[in-house]
T-cell receptor, first 114, second 117 residues
Framework: AQTVTQSQPEMSVQEAETVTLSCTYDTSESNYYLFWYKQPPSRQMILVIRQEAYKQQNATENRFSVNFQKAAKSFSLKISDSQLGDTAMYFC???????????WGAGTKLIIKP | GAVVSQHPSWVICKSGTSVKIECRSLDFQATTMFWYRQFPKQSLMLMAT?????????EQGVEKDKFLINHASLTLSTLTVTSAHPEDSSFYICSARGLLATPEAQYFGPGTRLLVL
């Protein structure tokens, strides 16, 4: 069975700093997707970034980028120039391409301090 | 595009009553909808997967007679919590995927807060 592990329950950084959230997963699948979702206090789930396992190039979306290490089964999220609006819970998630079900990590609470 | 709505956004009900939560895809056809439950400060727990026109598939430990899911059309799925009790109080989230260019994309509703007194 697939599992997703986020080892950092909470992180706190100053505004404008760079922060990296870690995520590891376990699977025997060869084709899959990995996601980072953000859940602000409103509790609306917001897609931050998506990575397809067959792509070696790390995904980037503006200030957000990932370090995808397939062999190590690691998928960390880097947030550059952090902003107050980045304060939220961040969830790492795994998806098999066979049933499209998301398997979630426990989440990391990120606090950006002014 | 790809907006999912949920109604109601919050509901308070008395113990023993039933509550229906609607999940709608507003601008795309949702072939699959997922229902999640989220306890405070915890991750999302998948309750069931529903495909349009067929019975929902429930995750282990989820009572299908307690949480009735209907996906009668390509834009609407409903979750009915029957004979609700205080322990059913939670945050319920739906997500939908459909006939889009990116089949792995899931779009989330804003969630429904349920409080059973």
């Amino acid at each position: 069975a697939q599992t997703v592990t986020q080892s950092q329950p909470e992180m706190s950084v100053q505004e404008a700093e760079t922060v990296t959230l870690s995520c590891t997963y376990d699977t025997s699948e060869s084709n899959y997707y990995l996601f980072w979702y953000k859940q602000p206090p409103s509790r609306q789930m917001i897609l931050v970034i998506r990575q397809e396992a067959y792509k070696q190039q790390n995904a980037t979306e503006n200030r957000f980028s990932v370090n995808f290490q397939k062999a190590a089964k690691s998928f960390s999220l880097k947030i550059s120039d952090s902003q107050l609006g980045d304060t939220a819970m961040y969830f790492c998630a795994f998806m098999r391409d066979s049933n499209y079900q998301l398997i979630w990590g426990a989440g990391t609470k990120l606090i950006i301090k002014p | 595009g790809a907006v999912v709505s949920q109604h109601p956004s919050w509901v308070i009900c008395k113990s023993g009553t039933s509550v229906k939560i609607e999940c709608r895809s507003l601008d795309f056809q949702a072939t699959t909808m997922f229902w999640y439950r989220q306890f405070p400060k915890q991750s999302l727990m998948l309750m069931a997967t529903s495909n349009e026109g067929s019975k929902a598939t429930y995750e282990q430990g989820v009572e299908k007679d307690k949480f009735l899911i209907n996906h009668a059309s390509l834009t609407l799925s409903t979750l009915t919590v029957t004979s609700a009790h205080p322990e059913d109080s939670s945050f319920y989230i739906c997500s939908a995927r459909g006939l889009l260019a990116t089949p792995e994309a899931q779009y989330f509703g804003p969630g429904t807060r349920l409080l059973v007194l």
